[in-house]
């Protein structure tokens, strides 16, 4: 039978790894939304060319 040593966590340790969680998803978040900032722009700039093209064609 072997016992089996069970690591605890201090409370600094625990909330390093807390903090590093947190930055990570943090970065996350702020990569996603500038993702979605750059494809709504292109969108958006595509969606004005294509209107300018239409009133040049009229």
Not at 52 to 57: C, E, I, L, T, V
Request: overall charge positive.
């Amino acid at each position: 039978m072997h016992r089996i040593a069970i690591k605890t966590m201090t409370v600094d340790e625990g909330y390093l790894a807390a903090k590093r969680r947190t930055e990570r998803v943090a970065l996350q978040i702020i990569a996603t939304i500038a993702m979605l900032w750059l494809v709504g722009a292109t969108i958006a700039a595509l969606a004005a060319a294509d209107r300018a093209a239409m009133f040049a064609a009229v």
